[in-house]
């Protein structure tokens, strides 16, 4: 099965994403960890990534491609978690050639529907523990507007495909996690009977 979370910066995407990755023995492939991670290198793509996340610009739809097939290339036997991708209807084309090659499509889109308000103070919170170079006040309003021009209409095209399932992400991590649990088992009723033994 494989999985792609949406959402505003800070809805919860990594936080869901790593407890249903371990819960259902699914791969979870972030493309900001794996571009903060090609950041630290110190040539011409890592300071350019650098420049562009840290202002809170996408990289290029073919990078952040790229990221992933390189990911994906020891395969994950039972599916992908995919966090921080697709962000842009270009790459909902890219990644959908991608698993179309493998056999395999996005079966599920979980948007974790969370305020702006909630957002900023929770990535706030997080600037001061983890130190994210984008997690200032600036840079969390800009990550915020691009996310409504670029990311959004990724909404309206999984619920026309029928595979989105808009969950209240506002609760405790806990809370939100039985929601999305339930989402995926809504999905796969075989497989929720067998977790449940
Ligand atoms: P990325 O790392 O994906 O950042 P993001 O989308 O801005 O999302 P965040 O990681 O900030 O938030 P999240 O939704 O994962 O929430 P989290 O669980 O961490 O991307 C970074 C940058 O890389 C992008 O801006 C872009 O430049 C570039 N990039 C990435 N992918 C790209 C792509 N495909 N194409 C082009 N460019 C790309 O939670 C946030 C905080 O809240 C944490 O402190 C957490 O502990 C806390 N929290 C989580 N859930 C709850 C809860 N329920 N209650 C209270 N606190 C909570
Ligand atoms: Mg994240």
Do not use: W
């Amino acid at each position: 099965m494989n999985v792609v979370m949406l959402g505003r910066p800070g809805a919860g995407k990594g936080t869901q994403s790593k407890s249903i990755a371990s819960q259902r023995g699914l791969r979870h492939l972030s493309t900001g960890e794996l571009l903060r991670t090609a950041k630290q290198q110190d040539t011409p793509l890592g300071r350019r990534i650098a420049q562009r996340i840290d202002a809170g610009d996408f990289v290029t739809d073919e990078l952040a491609m790229s990221l992933v097939e390189q990911a994906m290339q020891s395969p994950s036997q039972l599916g992908y978690v995919f966090d921080g991708i697709p962000r842009t209807l270009g790459q909902d084309s890219l990644l959908s050639d991608s698993l179309a090659k493998l056999g395999n499509k996005i079966d599920l889109a979980i948007l974790l529907d969370v305020g702006e308000e909630t957002v900023r103070n929770r990535l706030l919170n997080r600037a001061a523990i983890e130190g994210r170079h984008d997690d200032t006040v600036e840079t969390i309003g800009h990550r915020l507007a691009v996310y409504e021009t670029e990311t959004s209409p990724l909404v309206d095209c999984y619920r026309q495909q029928g595979v989105l399932r808009s969950i209240d992400g506002s609760g405790t991590p806990e809370d939100v996690l039985c929601l999305v649990l339930a989402a995926l088992d809504e999905m796969t009723p075989g497989e929720a009977a067998l977790n449940a033994i």
